[in-house]
Each structure stands twice: as structure tokens, then as C-alpha cells.
């Protein structure tokens, strides 16, 4: 039993006290979805509007606070739960469905984006003289009442790029976490807002719909923070454009691989691409979702990725030796297997690799061996949606002025790839890459976390940051004389 788990179970937080919900709904284990792992409270809006009225109310001293002091408090956070990993690393996996080493790798990264945003702030927030013939400074004050809408795929690690900078910067926050898998966030949020004032933190949880509208109404909320689909993200933009709030949003992604004719195929360069493709099963916003390839690669790159993928041992995440979990919900689980249903009904050949580690209780999880799509085209719509699921169409290409056009042909723009041993050519076909990110013989995330870029097109909107994610929750102000 997780120590902390019973504290946040059917709860949500409003001014540091966990109040007990009379409506909840199951988490369930997406390994085993007849294994119960918690409850989630169903808050209504009344329940929202105190949370806001919380934030607001702390908003007015919390704003005022010493950077030094937030910055300690911070760290001093950031080492308890630290400690606190190893307990609820079993919770992420059981209510998540990612293997052991991506579930702990989320979590210590949210340990350090708390330190490293905690340093960062100290430099930051200095005011910045700007030279010329008047005196005039860039100063930074905090925005107000903070939204932060996190996913069900990465929940913690996108969850604490949100909130930390936000409350590092002077703002509160009303966070609101995915409903399939909402504990393990709250066990380490609970961690967190026991170092600072009530109402710093609060935690609402249940229908997006319900709370999603009522944040991005209200007045009080000066800046909303999503991660998740694009329709969803649409919604929010149109609920928040009547209050004029700054939003930051990460949206949906189909990110493309582009294999040119003289690209190093060899089991390394394998083994990144199927990382790319495979990563937490496939349910990342930025994995590889397409990939298209020199003609006269295409044979030797699906053989070497079939025989790759063939090795992946699928199970419950809590295994050791588990390589990719179950997907997250039945909801995602059926998206997914009608996708490929569909493509092999149109003609396309499904190729299926993996191995069940556990084939006697396969069926009571989401699980789905990892497959490989061919014979399909650019118009299939497995190629056009963002299909966050453990399945790559490969395309073959002539030319690479045709790969650069079938990769911007997608109303999204996430991250890229170019696969090639000339970074001269893989610099210039980045360059006509209309993706937020380009990587060079891989496809992956930026390890060091002050760094981020924004989608382009229906992926994103935000500007690249170089601060942890500080300058999204400040405004910057003008003095002069």
C-alpha cells in the first residue's frame, strides 16, 4: 500500500485542507482494468469556484513574497519528495500503465525542474536595463490566478512544468489532473504545497468539461496552462478569448522521420528510432507518428525495425523486465486497434511484433503488441491522425524535395526528425521543416529542462523559453525616467 495514497484517494485540495468528495469515480489499473487503484472526486462547479476563490484570495500575499523564499521553499520540497519516489513509483505505474524505468525517470525529472527552476529564478527575475538615451528597465511581476489542465499520458513531469515555474513566478494555482490517473500527482502536489501559504496549491479534480469551462470563464484566472489534444485545446482558447487570458498550450503532434537514402541504419540508429516510435507505448505527443524513407532504404529500414520490435516485451509495467506497458484507457485502447483494423481492412499490410509477458491475463489490461504499417499512402488515415498508440505507418519517398512536402503536408507541427549523415543537408531540410523541434538522427526530448519550444500550426501555442517555463506565468513590465 503507497503511505501517501489514502490521503489523496476521492479528494481534492482547497486552501491546504483535502477535502473528501461525496462523488467519485474509480482509477483503474490500465494492466488490469478490474483492479482498482484509488477514487477520483467528481467536483462540481461550486466545488471549482472555491478552489479559484482560494487561489485569488492567496494570490494577494503570495504575489508580494521574497524570490529567495520561494526558491527555498521549493527546494526544501524538492528533497522530500526526492525521498519520496520509490513509494510512489508504484502508484505512477499502477494507475498509468508505464513501465518502471519511464515512470521513475517522470518523476525525478519533476525533482529537478523544481531545483533547476528554483536557481533559475534567482537570475531571472533581476531587472534588465535596457541602453539608450532614456533610463528604462525590463521588470517582472506575477500574472495572478493560474490554470494548469494536465494529460493522462506524461501526467507528473507535464503537471510540474506547469506549476512549478507558475508558483516560483508569484502566481497560485488551480491544477486540475487527468481523471484516469490523477494520485500519484496529488501524492507529490500534497508534498509540494505543505511548504508553502494555503491556497498556493489547490487540486480539483473530474469532468473536464465541468472544470475546464468554469476555469477558463472565470475572471480571476490569468493564465491557463493545457497539455492535450488540439480539439480540446481549440475549446479553451475559445473559453478563455472572453476574459483576453494568456494561454500556453502543447498540443497534438504527428511527428515525421525523414530516412535519407545515406542514413546509418545500423542497430543503434534502430534502436533510437523504435525509442522514438515506442516510447510509453507510443502515447507521447512527440513520437515519431510517420516515417518516411528513400526508396531504396524502405526494405532494408521495415525489416530491421520488424526484427527490432519483435524483441519488445509487453506486460504490466510493474515487471523489471516489462519494455512497453498498456495504454492508458479503454477509451485510447479502442481508438487505437480500430485504427489498425481499419488500415488492414483498406489493404495496408499490418505487420505485428512483440512479445506478451504475460499472454493467461493479457486480456484483463489495454495492451497492444507494437505493429508496422505499409502499403499505405499519404491520405490513409493512418498517416493523417495523431494516432498516440504503439503503430508507425512507413512511406517510401523518390526525392527529398518530396519527403519535406509530405512531412508539412499535416495540420500539425510538433518535432521532426531528419535521419542522414550529411548535418550540412539535415540542417537544410530542417530549416524548411514546419515542426517546433528538428532532431539529427534521432527523436527525442530536450535533456536539459530550461529548455522548450513550441508546436507550430495546430500543435501548439507558447514561445520558445529558455527559463525552466518562468516567462510563460510573468508579465514583463516597462519602468522608465
Excluded at 31 to 56: F, R, Y
Excluded at 166 to 183: D, E, F
Aim: hydrophobic share 40%.
Amino acid at each position: 500500500m503507497i503511505s501517501t495514497y489514502p490521503f489523496v484517494s476521492g479528494k481534492y485540495l482547497v486552501a491546504g485542507e483535502w477535502i473528501q468528495s461525496e462523488n467519485t469515480a474509480h482509477v483503474l489499473n490500465p494492466a488490469d482494468h478490474q483492479e482498482i487503484v484509488g477514487e477520483v472526486a467528481l467536483c462540481s462547479e461550486d466545488q471549482v469556484e472555491t478552489a479559484i476563490s482560494a487561489a485569488a484570495k492567496a494570490f494577494n500575499t503570495w504575489s508580494g513574497s521574497e524570490i529567495e523564499d520561494r526558491a527555498n521553499r521549493m527546494k526544501q520540497a524538492a528533497d522530500e519528495i526526492r525521498a519520496s519516489i520509490e513509494e510512489n513509483v508504484t502508484l505512477l505505474i499502477r494507475e498509468n500503465g508505464k513501465v518502471l524505468v519511464e515512470a521513475k525517470k517522470d518523476l525525478l525529472r519533476c525533482v529537478d525542474i523544481m531545483k533547476e527552476a528554483a536557481d533559475e529564478l534567482l537570475e531571472w527575475w533581476k531587472p534588465e536595463s535596457i541602453p539608450g538615451s532614456q533610463k528604462v528597465q525590463i521588470r517582472k511581476r506575477p500574472r495572478g490566478v493560474t490554470a494548469v489542465i494536465s494529460p493522462w499520458n506524461s501526467p507528473i513531469i507535464l503537471t510540474f512544468k506547469r506549476v512549478i515555474p507558475a508558483v516560483l513566478a508569484g502566481n497560485t494555482v488551480v491544477v486540475k489532473p487527468a481523471t484516469s490517473c490523477p494520485l500519484t500527482i496529488m501524492s507529490f502536489l500534497k508534498i509540494a504545497a505543505s511548504y508553502f501559504p494555503d491556497g498556493v496549491i489547490n487540486i480539483v479534480t473530474g469532468s473536464g468539461g465541468v472544470i475546464g469551462n468554469k476555469l477558463c470563464s472565470d475572471p480571476r484566472i490569468r493564465t491557463v496552462a493545457f497539455v492535450g489534444s488540439t480539439k480540446t485545446g481549440k475549446e479553451i482558447m475559445r473559453a478563455a478569448s472572453g476574459t483576453v487570458k494568456k494561454v500556453y498550450m502543447e498540443l497534438g503532434g504527428n511527428d515525421a522521420a525523414i530516412i535519407l537514402k545515406d542514413a546509418n541504419l545500423d542497430e543503434g540508429a534502430i534502436k533510437r528510432l523504435r525509442f522514438g516510435v515506442l516510447r510509453a507505448a507510443g502515447q507521447v505527443c512527440s513520437a515519431i507518428k510517420r516515417i518516411y524513407v528513400h526508396e531504396s532504404r524502405y526494405g532494408e529500414l521495415v525489416e530491421k525495425l520488424r526484427k527490432e520490435f519483435q524483441h519488445i516485451k509487453v506486460g504490466n509495467g510493474i515487471q523489471p523486465d516489462a519494455e512497453m506497458g498498456p495504454l492508458n484507457n479503454k477509451s485510447q485502447y479502442d481508438y487505437v486497434n480500430g485504427l489498425i483494423e481499419r488500415a488492414r481492412k483498406s489493404g495496408a499490410t499490418v505487420i505485428t511484433g512483440g512479445i506478451q509477458l504475460d499472454p493467461e491475463s493479457w486480456d484483463k489490461g489495454y495492451f497492444i503488441l507494437p505493429a508496422i504499417i505499409t502499403g499505405v499512402d499519404q491520405q490513409s488515415e493512418i498517416v493523417r491522425v495523431e494516432q498516440f498508440g504503439p503503430v508507425i505507418p512507413i512511406l517510401p519517398f523518390k526525392e527529398d524535395e518530396e519527403a519535406i512536402t509530405l512531412a508539412n503536408d499535416s495540420e500539425f507541427g510538433l518535432r521532426a526528425s531528419v535521419w542522414t549523415e550529411d548535418e550540412t543537408k539535415a540542417i537544410e531540410l530542417a530549416d524548411r521543416l514546419e515542426a517546433g523541434a528538428v532532431f539529427h538522427n534521432n527523436h527525442t526530448v530536450f535533456q536539459d529542462l530550461h529548455l522548450d519550444f513550441p508546436g507550430l500550426k495546430e500543435s501548439g501555442l507558447s514561445r520558445e523559453t529558455r527559463h525552466c517555463g518562468l516567462e510563460f506565468f510573468a508579465d514583463s513590465y516597462g519602468f522608465a525616467n
